[in-house]
């Protein structure tokens, strides 16, 4: 929203002067109930450019899952995701300053797999209002849905698999929905849900789940009995404007250490 954008670059501001090695934004750039039109996606663009470090973003419900709403244009989600896709992702750079070495999925660009100190970090375009899973919206639709869906699970496979391969110290995913609370009928994550416990799992190493979607501040283990391996945060969102730092230590029983980052006054 307008109100918030002083607070947000505040924060912008903070983070940049922590100099983190990079940063990552779990979705949700603007206000569900703020229009989805190019202008928007073009301010957004612009405020990645204040960080001075390298910063992945995978998009949230707002940006495009949601824009079919009439306070939010009455857009075609999917043409909403094209325009998104067209002014993020049609390269393989990252936003912010500086560079990472992303690899991205080829038929759905949004996803990234990047290494640092043998962790490997990806990001998974998994979306909340039911992971954007509208069974009214028609068949055109639908097949949208089962195609993305097709995609994010062959490349959590694949994240995984090179975990696997590399013997990577830890496993990071980051991703825009809360998936771990009741769904409708039917349910958009009754397919990714369970197979991310089931890699993580099978991977057996520390693995972090990152999230946006509702706004405020969980730590937990999300699949306490089948891979407790897995911890998921949740982190701020409006109207707290906050971040998370978060530390590694490859090789720690407990790698991952957390503090909140607050807008610079």
């Not at 771990?180 to 190493?205: H, K, N, Q, Y």
């Not at 404007?241 to 590694?248: D, E, G, K, P």
Request: with cysteine; aromatic share 10%; charged share 20%.
């Amino acid at each position: 929203m307008p109100d918030d954008y002083p607070a947000y670059y505040a924060l912008i501001d903070a983070i940049n002067a922590l100099r983190p090695v990079f940063s990552i934004h779990v979705g949700d750039t603007k206000g569900g109930g703020t229009d989805c039109g190019d202008a928007a996606q073009q301010r957004i663009r612009e405020d990645f450019r204040r960080f001075k470090q390298p910063l992945v973003y995978t998009p949230g419900d707002n940006e495009w899952t949601d824009c079919w709403t009439r306070h939010a244009g009455g857009y075609d989600p999917q043409e909403r995701l094209a325009a998104v896709r067209e002014l993020f992702f049609t390269g393989d750079g990252n936003q912010g300053g500086g560079q990472l070495a992303l690899q991205r999925q080829e038929d759905m660009p949004e996803n990234a797999l990047w290494w640092r100190a043998g962790v490997l970090f990806a990001s998974a375009h998994i979306v909340g209002s039911n992971n954007g899973l509208r069974p009214e919206a028609g068949e055109v639709h639908l097949a949208a849905f089962a195609d993305r869906e097709a995609a994010d699970v062959a490349w959590l496979q694949h994240a995984f698999a090179q975990a696997n391969q590399r013997q990577a110290a830890a496993v990071v995913l980051a991703f825009h929905a809360n998936m771990f609370v009741p769904s409708p009928v039917p349910d958009g994550f009754a397919r990714l849900r369970p197979l991310i416990g089931e890699l993580a799992a099978d991977f057996g190493g520390p693995v972090l789940l990152l999230q946006g979607d509702y706004h405020f501040y969980i730590l937990d283990r999300p699949y306490p009995q089948s891979a407790p391996n897995v911890q998921r945060l949740q982190t701020y969102g409006a109207p707290m404007l906050n971040a998370v730092r978060i530390s590694v230590q490859p090789g720690a029983a407990q790698p991952f250490r957390f503090a909140p980052v607050l807008p610079l006054s």
